[in-house]
């Protein structure tokens, strides 16, 4: 129910209205925007908190039907001229080694490797690592959970500023209302602990051996984070620490009732997000304070956004500085001076819309977005809002240009035997409190949904599929009249797409029989730079492949000076090695194999088919990474220079 919002807002106070609850639908950003309020105190915010909550809760907690969310998941005539611009950027921006590969230059990312051309930083199964990329050898290792027992089996993160490294860890367990189960309390093989349970930061020094200088932890779950510069933007979302246990021989209504006494019972150290710092062998423990926390207009009270703001030049971490919205967020994309923050209903209705074969009601499909400026150094300033039709795929349907918001939906139903789903792109533009729209244009892959949205300059390719692969070139120079300029359909279809240079564009995704059956991995090359017609010049396909790219961009791996792409492959039933890292060179006309690499050592042990994840480049290197360690590969000859091991 929460509405989609990140923190660090200009607060209002001196508003105590009572806040109107949302039911299950009705929701959404008000017309013509709103304004973040304040709370006046901590016994009115509880207050409100409490009211909006007991009109929510039903007999097995939050949310509808006994669904209890468990937060987490996990960025035209010019088009050649704009891919060409993007392509020496890149050039420029890294000339002589890759970075991660974001959504937009100047907003980093947390991935599991980063590198700054004199050093290789990876984590991996709890452990941080440091290679030397100019003498091929480990310098350092550092254990993150020192004493703990056995690896927990999240997936970390890392950013990386100078010689200090962010190391961001998730948890499970983190940021839920408790489920009712019979007996009450967590279930038995997952035990919740009352200590605080979510992301935890780690602060690394990196100017000697590695060391620890700095330790975050805070309730909640990660949904992202973004540096610019040295200052680290982190999302955490959570939800108030209430156990609903489940009354085996009550009704509904005396469950309902029951919950609704859990929660006139709870107190603001139940509702607000703990955290606890570490810093020079000294650990302080904190509550987001009341004063700290805003709310829109109407909110259900069951989720929070913290945004925590930290500043890889300092010394340590610090306190983060947390403001906290009491609101809901899934996607975050930044271009650098501003951040978004999208949120929709998906995790409350597909399950029982896709159980019951009906379409979701035009109410629930909505996906509210905000806009903030993050320019300066300080907490994020709210600017507006908006709602638009539809379901995000990710935060690549989000695109900020000339000052104008571009958003990719799909609506609809997408499942059953008579879908009707349809996708639109809409242009937004800020006009005070509000995102208003400027421009739409709607109707694409009907009976589809969306696989894969890239916004380059003043166009759009969006790909949707559910037998065939649609590719859609959208013109969108004009903001108040977007317009689709070309179609081309082919079977299967793209989940992620890079901008090439000189009017190409490149595609990773599965190829598919006629009736949409999926065939294998397949990268396509398009040409693009007759918007009106694009065409697919090549393809390159593996049958029965898959590949980590195609629901993680950070997997690819595009070296514009050699014009080399590279993925990582997992094959079953082929004589390739099961996991490999495939490299084409990209030519005018198709692609060349430059060959692959793979992690094997020979023994065809279990932890001898670990996963190739990620590729970077340093000084004509490429390098490999997998959580049994790391291997050098010349990038002229593709033999083997050296092997890391880490596992």
Not at 534 to 557: C, M, N, W
């Amino acid at each position: 129910m929460g509405l989609a919002l990140v923190a660090g807002l200009a607060l209002v106070t001196g508003c105590t209205a009572e806040p109107a609850p949302v039911p299950p639908r009705d929701r959404g950003v008000p017309a013509g925007g709103f304004q973040l309020v304040a709370f006046d105190s901590c016994p009115e915010a509880l207050r409100q908190l409490k009211t909006a909550a007991r009109a929510y809760v039903g007999p097995w907690g939050f949310g509808s039907n006994g669904d209890i969310r468990t937060f987490g998941r996990a960025e035209q005539a010019e088009a050649p001229a704009a891919a060409g611009r993007a392509d020496a950027a890149a050039k420029a921006a890294s000339p002589g080694y890759s970075g991660t590969n974001t959504h937009e230059a100047g907003a980093d990312e947390p991935d599991l490797v980063k590198t700054d051309g004199k050093r290789i930083v990876t984590v991996s199964r709890g452990k941080l690592y440091v290679v030397d990329p100019a003498t091929r050898r480990l310098t350092g290792e550092l254990d993150l959970a020192p004493g703990a027992d056995g690896y927990g089996g999240g997936e970390d993160g890392l950013l990386l500023q100078g010689d200090r490294a962010l190391v961001l860890r998730r948890d499970g367990w983190a940021g839920m209302a408790k489920p009712a189960v019979p007996g009450g309390g967590a279930p038995a093989d997952s035990p919740m602990p009352d200590g605080i349970v979510g992301p935890q930061l780690i602060m690394v020094d990196l100017s000697g051996a590695p060391k620890i200088i700095g330790e975050y932890r805070i309730d909640g779950n990660l949904v992202d984070a973004r540096q610019v510069g040295t200052t680290v933007r982190v999302v955490v979302r959570s939800a108030p620490r209430l156990n609903f246990p489940y009354r085996e021989r009550a009704t509904d209504e005396q469950r309902t009732a029951a919950n609704r006494e859990i929660i006139d019972n709870a107190t603001a150290d139940d509702w607000l997000p703990r955290y606890e710092v570490t810093s020079g062998g000294r650990t302080s423990v904190g509550r987001v304070g009341c004063e700290r926390v805003s709310r829109p207009a109407a909110y259900s009270g069951t989720s929070l956004v913290t945004v925590l703001s930290f500043d890889l030049g300092a010394a340590t971490l610090g306190a983060g500085d947390p403001v906290t919205v009491i609101a809901d967020g899934d996607t975050v994309y930044s271009n650098g001076p501003r951040l978004y923050v999208a949120n929709d209903q998906r995790w409350r209705v597909l399950p029982m819309l896709t159980a019951r074969n009906i379409a979701p009601d035009p109410k629930d499909e909505t996906t509210e977005i905000y806009q903030f400026d993050i320019s300066g150094a300080g907490a994020p300033r709210y600017v507006a809002a908006a709602s638009v039709p539809g379901w995000l795929i990710n935060q690549y349907a989000m695109s900020e240009w000339d000052g104008q918001l571009r958003v990719a939906t799909t609506s609809g139903r997408t499942w059953g035997d008579k879908p009707n789903s349809t996708s639109g792109v809409y242009v937004l533009r800020a006009d005070g409190t509000a995102l208003t729209q400027v421009g739409k244009v709607t109707g694409l892959g009907k009976g589809e949904r969306i696989y894969a949205v890239r916004f380059v300059g003043g166009t759009g390719y969006v790909v949707t599929f559910r037998q065939t692969d649609p590719l859609y070139t959208v013109d969108l120079r004009d903001p108040g009249a977007p317009k689709v300029s070309g179609e081309l359909k082919i079977n299967g279809y793209s989940a992620y797409l890079h901008p090439a240079g000189d009017g190409r564009l490149l595609g990773v995704g599965q190829e598919a029989s006629d009736q949409g059956r999926v065939q294998g991995t397949q990268l396509s090359l398009f040409d693009v730079a007759d918007p009106a017609e694009p065409t697919r010049i090549a393809q390159y396909h593996v049958k029965q492949g898959h590949s980590e790219a195609e629901f993680d961009p950070h997997a690819f791996l595009y070296w514009p000076a050699e014009r080399l792409v590279v993925v990582p492959l997992t094959v079953h039933g082929t004589g390739l090695p099961t996991n490999v890292a495939l490299a084409l060179r990209v030519g005018d006309g198709g692609f060349t194999e430059a060959g692959t690499v793979d992690h094997t050592l020979g023994t065809r042990r279990p932890d001898d088919l670990t996963p190739i994840r990620r590729s970077l480049v340093v000084d004509g290197v490429l390098w490999t990474v997998s959580d049994a360690g790391l291997k050098a590969t010349s990038l002229a000859t593709m033999k083997t220079l050296g092997w890391l091991r880490t596992a």
